[in-house]
């Protein structure tokens, strides 16, 4: 079950964090990876990894911001089966205390990026007679989180495209879901901690961990396995859909 076997993904943001534990599960699962990162070092990690065990993987300079860049590259990858919308950026503030700079940034990547990637991506899917698509959305799209005004804001829309790609494709045998968890353990998880709350670290992971009713924050493979169901042939009847994963976070914080 689950398996990707002869099918071409593109995972951007793919080189680290959630994007990563995506890779590398697709590639054991058979898939050829292309992992789009601003960088190819920033890939490397991941890169190594895939081909360690034997995974078929492939790395991409491109800024998805940058629509001309985003083009080239798809064109230069051809025709896709799965794609993952996973490459975002974060933001701390509130309405007042985001400065347009900061809003055109998180709009350019977590937005207009997401935009540039499905614009890309469909042709290249017709070439494959449909595929599947996994836009990243969060928590932050359903309800209320304090001092995330832009990133909120961001992933609402995220989440609206996922339905009108969803409607617009579905003759054309593609199909769009999106994925919203909350806190994920990740290197930048850590790098946020420690950059705000010096000296209080193991505090604020704590304090972190609890806001998920389960207890802990997600782990990135609990991320990366939910994908891979939603993009296999089992779950072949499901479009249009968003999947929170949060440890009740949602539904239980009352």
Same mark, same amino acid.
């Given at each position: 079950?689950?398996?990707l076997?002869?099918?071409?993904?593109?995972?951007?943001g793919?080189?680290?964090?959630?994007?990563?534990?995506?890779?590398?599960?697709?590639?054991?699962?058979g898939?050829?990876?292309?992992?789009?990162?601003?960088?190819?070092?920033?890939?490397?990690?991941? /890169?190594?990894?895939?081909?360690?065990?034997?995974g078929k993987?492939?790395? !991409?300079?491109?800024?998805?911001?940058?629509?001309?860049?985003?083009?080239?590259?798809?064109?230069?990858?051809?025709?896709i !089966?799965?794609?993952?919308?996973?490459?975002?950026i974060? !933001?701390?503030?509130?309405?007042?205390?985001t400065?347009?700079?900061?809003?055109d940034?998180?709009?350019? /990547?977590? /937005?207009?990026?997401?935009y540039?990637?499905l614009?890309?991506?469909?042709?290249?899917?017709?070439?494959?007679?449909?595929?599947?698509?996994?836009?990243?959305?969060?928590?932050?799209?359903?309800?209320?989180?304090?001092?995330?005004?832009?990133?909120?804001?961001?992933?609402?829309?995220?989440?609206?495209?996922?339905?009108s790609?969803?409607?617009?494709?579905?003759?054309?045998?593609?199909?769009?879901?999106?994925?919203?968890?909350?806190?994920?353990?990740?290197?930048?998880?850590?790098?946020?901690?420690?950059?705000?709350?010096?000296?209080?670290?193991? *505090?604020?992971?704590?304090?972190?961990?609890?806001?998920?009713?389960?207890?802990?924050?997600?782990?990135?493979? *609990?991320?990366a396995?939910l994908?891979?169901?939603?993009?296999?042939e089992?779950?072949?009847?499901?479009t249009?859909?968003?999947?929170?994963i949060?440890?009740?976070?949602?539904?239980?914080?009352?």
């Amino acid at each position: 079950m689950f398996s990707l076997q002869n099918k071409k993904a593109v995972v951007t943001g793919g080189g680290s964090g959630i994007g990563k534990a995506i890779s590398v599960l697709f590639a054991k699962q058979g898939a050829e990876v292309h992992i789009i990162e601003l960088t190819e070092e920033s890939a490397k990690s991941a /890169v190594d990894e895939i081909k360690a065990n034997g995974g078929k993987v492939f790395s !991409h300079a491109c800024n998805v911001a940058n629509q001309e860049e985003v083009l080239l590259t798809f064109e230069k990858i051809g025709n896709i !089966h799965i794609l993952i919308n996973n490459a975002g950026i974060a !933001h701390v503030g509130k309405v007042d205390t985001t400065p347009a700079s900061d809003f055109d940034r998180v709009m350019d /990547v977590n /937005v207009k990026g997401v935009y540039n990637c499905l614009f890309a991506a469909i042709p290249q899917f017709r070439l494959s007679n449909g595929g599947v698509i996994i836009n990243m959305a969060s928590i932050a799209a359903w309800v209320g989180i304090p001092d995330r005004f832009a990133y909120s804001t961001a992933k609402g829309a995220v989440m609206a495209m996922t339905l009108s790609v969803a409607k617009d494709y579905i003759k054309e045998n593609i199909r769009c879901n999106s994925i919203s968890p909350a806190r994920v353990h990740t290197p930048f998880v850590d790098g946020f901690i420690s950059k705000n709350y010096a000296g209080k670290e193991a *505090e604020m992971f704590e304090k972190l961990s609890q806001s998920q009713p389960i207890g802990r924050m997600g782990k990135p493979d *609990e991320i990366a396995a939910l994908a891979l169901y939603l993009c296999s042939e089992e779950a072949g009847f499901i479009t249009g859909s968003d999947y929170p994963i949060d440890g009740g976070f949602i539904k239980l914080n009352n």
